[in-house]
């Protein structure tokens, strides 16, 4: 209850700081006979990975994946066994001297005052475990979460919708992979991934950043995942999305418009669609009273700028004198392009584990 | 895990349906000896009664708290034991048969579809566990939490910012409960409460529903609550909005107007408070890296317009079949007003359990 | 996690003291569909039920359930909805002056001095929350587990193996309620019932109490239940047996003969029994590495004397003076007979939670 | 909830197989401030180890700790930061080979029939996670444990009371380590310790196993831990003891010979100890109505002999099919002495939760 598991049945403990030994965390009640495809967990961390393009941070970290346990090799690869599969993912890139004149000071707008006043200590190094490299464990099991759910014939896609006030110019809908990634900053839309790039490139000449939102969708959740009344299936992914390091807002379906229109034009009529009831709008967002209604599950998440500006700024010590901090370090002017990966894997967390979960909802299962 | 529980050290499990027995719940982890003020959870339940006034519906309900187990008398009042707490509310007001038009048919945006899609069957009576009269027993759980946190010396107050597009022109900040209940649509702003007023009067007498927006401030909070990496304060405080009934937005601190600066701009100075290290700006709305700094927790809660809507529409049976419905039963047509004990609530539920769970925090205590 | 819930999937809540207004509870988590037959439920209790036969305490209640949610009316009877059952129980019989002069003492092997010690002050009508007449909450939810298990093919049943030194001369296997019942004392074998009771005759005229052993069998549990490391199947019947008020020892299966023996004559040798691999013996008592194998499950639960006698007693009150206590009040001179049903619902919650759990072990469920 | 989690604000997660990469696991929970003394957790793995003595089996393993993450260095060596603490152990000797003819066949009262009747498919390899090597990461854990709880003044200690039937002549008390580990078999009864010694080499030439009981002493137990009424004291020590791979009985205090006694011989009556109310006896073994008394924690765990022996022995493939097992591997021929530091390891994990439990039990924490 420390704050370091994510899940019911599936489930993710991690752990890690930014500069120490590894990363890394166990994914437990992982369904046994899942023909696990390590290379498809490895190309997931490879969107999130630190220099991947000029638009991210320099930080160079392989960000391998070391499996530990949880599977056995059988006709020619590993498949899950239903025990616990540990991970750790090695810091190769750590350089903890670099934060030995922060040991004293706050960061503006970071979490380092605030874990020191809770703990009565902390880890000066990159943020220790506040650090957004914590993130990497959870793409890890994202990524093994994802292929149960392509078993379950379930898609989950993310792109950046907007970067500051960039915004693409369609409403929120399933992009391919190949469509969001064309551009490294993973808007499907390209002349307006070529705006945000150049906005991020100003921003960074400047030593600045900037934030923006992503859209979330998820197509082929059937009908019926979700537990009323706390654990309602958006109650879950909320919790997910502000779960991640600089989430300012979150939006389901019509969301912040939707609390514009009135009731008789924003609820969505139900229509047959032959081989299912569908609805003709999808202001619900795909989620009906807590519960997947068949939809597209469309989120909206919005980011902060980051914190980190290599600029120079005022702040306190411990003792509340004022002190003068230079920016330097390693960081990312807008971290929307590799937050993608991210949103995508604690959305791929939350269904998997509501899939399992709604197992349990029937006498008979399957009826 | 069937998803009726909240919360860790101090949870709250619930249970009932609109047009059953009765509503109630079992608070489990209310710290002994706490000298429990029943007439202050009774009003609490008054500000989320139906029938309160013309802007909401017409169901009669009286609302008492049943007190079943859980404190001793003790210098003239109910002191907590460390025992659960059980109690009900009564539904005096039920109307199943109100309903039994309803038994082949899914109301557009209702969890008629989504709970029989999940359950294979479905309890027809006003909604049955999907309606929001549920809300009731966290209203009396959030009450017994608001007792213990004023023992810390922390308040947590709401208040309608935004009825559709009418909204307040101050930025969000604490107001009193005076100022709040002034006006029975529950904006501290006269002249806007006025102006929603008229505007919720309008809707209704067309038999629609509007939506908005509620702000949410807890001050005195210290820092220190909350659990990185994933039960963050945040993230919490999220869960606990999204598992409302009509919640369709969310925004920390800036929100989503922190989304469009840069980070420059965005980050909040640290300055000397005398008797603590406070920010001199909170875009971050009293929340850094998951943990609370001090500083007001600012939260900001869209509503949609509730679905049920006094005007005929056009759905489907089970089967698929077109059919018409009618637009009748006893509703509101602006649910913030009653919203605002709810958020109020469930913020005081997720602050008494990080205050409590923060007691875990360190090897010595208060140290 | 302050201890009044029990189970994972399948959820147990409850609340009450022996003097309060109500008993109750909430189970969470009943799949939906089950067809629940109310008076199989009401029979459980009555086999609870305070003076059922002069072997037991004189209080009478009537006990009878009061279900508050979770069912809808179908074809005649209630039927689970997947929404959290709520139920109470009144306490018609309370009496709690009876027990003003005790509130500055301790009882010898009660729950006075550490209640008081654990919460700073303590409910000292009948024990408040530790008394057994909590257990009647466990009997409601037990009987509805009991119902599922029943689809499943797995019957529960326990019976008073021995009472103080008095034993059957049979080894533990299943015995039908029919034979269990048909002596109040509930050991199915006549004889030896005959000299249990006998023996309670007597302890009872001297004011006295004894305790014994339970030996409880599930037959027809399907190989696979139990969740390894640490939620082994007969680690969770472990912690639910030891969970009741008075459980001084617990075996399983060999049991404590078991480790006089040696490995090469403990083990249970596999057979083929045609539509399934079984066991020549069953020393393991149905469980191997945490896992049901298809064997019946065979467990053995010791009970003390309960501690309520009726002689005097010295003890010390709140500041350590000597006090001498007269023995009064209504209390079971040895509560084995009423501990059966206790014994079998506890096991029950336990084995519909693990066979809810064993749905999400597997990839593709039922494969 | 796949049971790979062990307690509630003090959680040890584990992973590993016994042939796989390593075994592992992660400390959730533990308060920041402490100072971590390593080499006492690696003094416990000794404890542990197999190969220490020709008592135990001849497999050979560092049983290194690899510390990942959650201290800084503070005053010349680590301190906890309250973040999780991951860890792994590798496995060196690992001889996955010495296994493949058991792919198709389930060895007697090993768990190969039962995993593969869950999962659909098991790890051959030495029993994969149903091997005791897992409980390595549970002694790394419980080590840390004893380290919070020795700045509470508790101390944990087990020791070996009776292998087969050779027993010690005295009754449970509290030994020192010294006392305990003078020779190899860990009974500190220097003359039955040798008798068992001897029973143990004759048992292991005739390639046979024996087990026996374990007592367990917590003393230093302040009053108050615990919770009721599922969460008791000893229910939750009872599935810390009933999670270890060979556990046949379990005995609280007075135990069996409890349940032959009358309640009025039976029940520890109170005396002042001067600076705390105290019991002249201790048959509740410390715990009463589920809470620690301050009193000695004792119980009693019985061992079954292990499965494995160095003998041929007839069992069935999966298809029911007969064959014969030749008895091979690298066994113990007696657990016990290596299930010293594994009892405690797990009452550590138990007492370090309640304790931190405990911290919320008032509404004025150390009022």
Known sequence: MAGNTFGTLFRLTTFGESHGHAMGGIVDGCPAGLALDLDAVQAELARRRPGQSSLTTSRKEADEVQWLSGTVEHEGGPVTTGAPIGFT???????????????????????????????GLRDVRGGGRASARETVSRVVAGAVARQILATLGVE?????????DISMPLPPSFHSRDEVDAHPVRCPHPETAARMADRIADVKKAGDTVG????????GVPAGWGEPVFDRLHADLAKAMWSLPATKSLELGSGLSGTLMRGSEHNDKFV?????????????GGIQGGISNGEDILLRVGFKPVATVLQPSSSVDRDGNPVELEGRGRHDPCVLPRAVPLVEAMACLVLVDHALRQRAARLTFGA
């Not at 090695?90 to 809770?118: C, G, I, V």
């Not at 989950?156 to 500051?164: D, I, K, T």
């Open 89 to 119: 993912v090695a810091n190769t890139s750590a350089r903890p001297a670099d934060y030995d004149h922060l040991k004293d000071t706050f960061r503006p707008s970071h979490a380092d005052f605030t874990y020191e006043a809770k703990y």
């Open 156 to 164: 989950v896609g993310a792109y950046v919708e907007r970067v500051q």
């Open 212 to 219: 923006g939102a992503i859209v979330l969708v998820a197509r």
């Open 272 to 284: 047959d669609r032959g081989d299912r009831i569908g609805t003709a709008t999808n202001r619900s």
